[in-house]
């Protein structure tokens, strides 16, 4: 397996590949409109004219939440071992690799520390371009390994979550992720220390039955796709089309599943306005 | 009596049909010689055939239509039972059953997700299917043990979550997730037992405890076989295949440390002799809690905490 002799170092980490559009040019996938790359950059990655939020990497995502040159990357080295030498149509292994080779991540998670306007905080960003966003024994212990952080320094943690679930390739062991978070987030609560979930498009499957759902405040970007089933299983279940707007951000809103949602521009002075209210 | 034959297991129920077929004219007929034949055949075939089940067929014997559930094993196991309902704010889940009984001596709070086993009770119990209210039901009783002091044993056997429009309404995730984070602290000792089918989320809603139990014939995993095959097959038919790959029988979740202990069950599954696998469990059960009541609540937290959070292979 190549890819665990490859250093770290050698790896361009956090440059979000597939997500963020490539070219000088992109068509909205809301409502079409064809926009530069630096307009889309100004932008935070939204459509000025729809509102329609791409899909961003933990690289973009923290430049967002975060004070300039404040990040400073934890446990960047962890990597799965493929337990149960998984193998489908491709062996697990080879997937792993292949998503490091694409992304430039080292998994769908990326966890630090750093400040929002000025008030230190621990962050958690999962990225979906690496395996969906799919959470492994990786993915969890990177976030138990935050919440650690925000427990004993007693700094407020932010997870920035977008998943498609559990990884199946490491079976009941990625199912144990949802425990094992939980039970960590329990520990942060029991401490008094504020944690923050914000969901972004789309938070689906064992990433929302866990530790995106437990937030002191949840926060969700606009028409984000937040849920449990995907609505490909529901439709299938219910043999009916699904009403439109099922199971994005304003409807979860509406429901009671979400306190706010929150245009992308927006985002950090939001947080730090709340973060600062629970803390003085 | 019409007797539900799983593929791999035709030729040992047919061979039994036929001995007790032939136990009838034993009396009139000089053939006892042969059935002893027959049954010396049967119980080679046994053998063979049950003690090496690949895990696929350990799926099937875990949906066996004859399995005990959780209303059997509290028939069984439990006396002065009394059944507690509802979530307190939308209804009563009756994919999730739960109340307060004796376990010999001691006053228990037993929860399990229960399936039915015609159509009509099928549908009655969602076919073991919760919807968000049946976490929050099993929750609330949580809540009473621990108010009361008494432990805590769930059984579980769910083919997942219900995936249903008004389940997602009304919160599915969002209950799965406040059960795991409330019994990660519950103050009271919890022991969770897999029965059947443990199917992801929908199993570890109820799933969080100090000692994980697994019948040899149940399975546990993130997904079921035929939806892994769905969607990393992008077919309905590498179930077999899913099965093994995904590693999901009691021995090989012991193997990655999630599983503490396999409860046995007679040859052939536990519908074969459903009152003893009833009397083993229950022992086991009455063993286990007495060593878990030896522990101070906050020491029994932490322990089963840092028994979650280990859990998960990484290397770095
Ligand atoms: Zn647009």
Redesign the pocket.
Same mark, same amino acid.
């Given at each position: 397996m190549a890819w665990f002799r490859r250093s770290q170092e050698n790896i361009q980490t956090g440059g979000p590949k597939k997500d963020v559009p490539d070219g000088m040019w992109t068509k909205?996938?809301? %409502?079409?409109?064809i926009?530069h790359r630096k307009q889309l950059e100004q932008n935070l990655f939204t %459509?000025?004219?729809?509102?329609?939020h791409f899909r961003i990497g933990s690289k973009v995502y923290f430049e967002i939440l975060l004070d300039k040159k404040t990040f400073k990357e934890m446990d960047k080295k962890i990597r799965s071992m493929d337990p149960l030498n998984f193998v489908d149509s491709k062996k697990y292994s080879q997937r792993l690799d292949e998503a490091v080779r694409k992304t430039g991540l080292m998994e769908a998670v990326r966890i630090g520390t750093g400040e929002i306007n000025g008030l230190p905080v621990v962050v958690a960003c999962m990225d979906f371009a690496f395996i969906g966003g799919s959470m492994g024994s990786v993915v969890g212990e990177k976030i138990a390994r935050a919440i650690d952080a925000a427990r004993l320094k007693k700094h407020p943690l932010i997870i920035v979550s977008s998943s498609g679930g559990a990884r199946m390739m490491e079976g009941a062991l990625s199912l144990m992720q949802l425990a094992k978070s939980s039970a960590k987030l329990a520990q942060l609560s029991d401490a008094g220390v504020p944690y923050i979930s914000i969901m972004t498009d789309p938070t689906t499957g064992g990433v929302t039955a866990s530790f995106a759902m437990l937030g002191d405040v949840h926060i969700a970007e606009p028409a984000a796709l937040i849920g449990f089933a995907g609505p490909r299983v529901i439709k299938q279940t219910i043999g009916k089309d699904l009403p439109k707007g099922f199971q994005r951000a304003e409807f979860l809103l509406e429901k009671g599943f979400v306190d706010m949602v929150v245009h992308r521009k927006e985002m950090k002075e939001t947080v730090s306005k709340i973060l600062t209210l629970l803390q003085n | 009596m019409a007797k539900v034959m799983l593929d791999f297991e035709k030729p040992i129920l047919e061979l039994e049909q036929k001995i007790e077929e032939m136990r009838k004219y034993a009396d009139n007929l000089d053939i006892a010689d042969e059935i002893q034949t027959l049954e010396k055949k049967v119980d080679q075939l046994r053998q063979s055939v049950y003690t090496d089940l690949t895990r696929w067929q350990r799926v099937q014997l875990a949906r066996h239509p004859d399995r005990p559930y959780t209303l059997d094993y509290i028939e069984m196991m439990i006396e002065d039972f009394v059944e507690l309902h509802g979530d307190r704010g939308h209804s009563d889940d009756k994919a999730i059953v739960g109340g307060f009984g004796r376990l010999g001596k001691e006053t228990v709070l037993i929860v399990g997700h229960q399936k039915g086993r015609d159509t009509k009770s099928n549908l009655y119990r969602n076919f073991g299917m919760p919807n968000p209210e049946g976490y929050r039901k099993a929750l609330r009783m949580f809540h009473l043990a621990v108010k009361f002091n008494k432990p805590i044993i769930t059984l579980l056997d769910t083919p997942g979550a219900y995936p249903g429009l008004e389940a997602e309404e009304r919160g599915q995730a969002e209950a799965i997730a406040r059960n795991l984070f409330e019994m990660s602290h519950l103050p009271v000792p919890i022991i969770v037992v897999i029965i059947g089918e443990g199917a992801s989320g929908g199993a570890l809603g109820i799933g969080v405890g100090d000692r994980i139990l697994m019948f040899e014939n149940s399975w546990y995993s993130v997904i079921a076989p035929e939806s892994c095959s769905s969607i990393l097959w992008r077919s309905w038919d590498y179930k077999e295949q899913a099965a093994e790959a995904l590693k999901l029988t009691a021995s090989d979740l012991v193997e990655q440390g999630i599983v503490d202990r396999i409860v046995p069950e007679p040859l052939g599954g536990a519908h074969r002799n459903a009152q003893e696998v009833a009397n083993t469990l229950k022992e086991i059960l009455l063993e286990e809690l007495k060593a878990l009541k030896k522990m101070k609540p906050g020491a029994l937290v932490e322990k089963r905490i840092k028994k979650f959070a280990d859990m998960g292979a990484w290397k770095e």
């Open positions: 909205c996938g809301g %409502c079409g409109e926009i %459509c000025y004219k729809c509102n329609y | -």
